[in-house]
């Protein structure tokens, strides 16, 4: 190809990317523009029947009876009172807890009163006969057999 033919190439791909961007910046700017105002409505023959007052407080209490989101708590859902946690009747002390803010990277710190050696324990872990339920700032909740008892840290 010829010096001559190189130049027309580039001349007519020049062309073509120019008519190109022109196309976009016609059709972002149509897409921009304001839209007309819509058109009045025509006048219908037959007017619809005005809504009774009524309707809106019927309705309501319709969708209340009916529980149609779910706002009333099944039978087997009601909520139980939840009693507080019983100090916890283990040989151990807390010495200390590491929390985190999600939970599951905690760490406590428990000293066994018979011989004095401090372990560190994460939640889910075994002590003597219990789990490490959760730990908080100054508390370890255990679960013994099926109940909850807390071990809070002396001061």
Known sequence: M????????AMGASALFLAGAALVVVAAWR???????P??????????????????????RTILANDVFGLTPLPDQQAKTKQPPKPAEIDMELAGTV?????????????????????????????????????????????????EEILTMKP
């Open 39 to 60: 058109p009045a409505p025509a006048a219908s023959p037959k007017a619809p029947p005005p809504r009774q007052a009524t309707a809106g407080p019927e309705l309501t």
């Open 99 to 147: 929390i985190a803010a999600d939970g599951r990277h905690a760490a406590a710190f428990l000293r066994d009163k018979g011989n004095k050696s401090q372990k560190a324990y994460a939640v889910g872990a075994t002590v003597k006969d219990a789990r490490i339920k959760s730990i908080g700032k100054n508390f370890v909740i255990l679960e013994r057999q099926g109940r």
């Open 31 to 37: 897409f921009t523009a304001t839209p007309p105002p």
């Open 2 to 9: 010829t010096e001559y033919g190189i130049r027309r190439l």
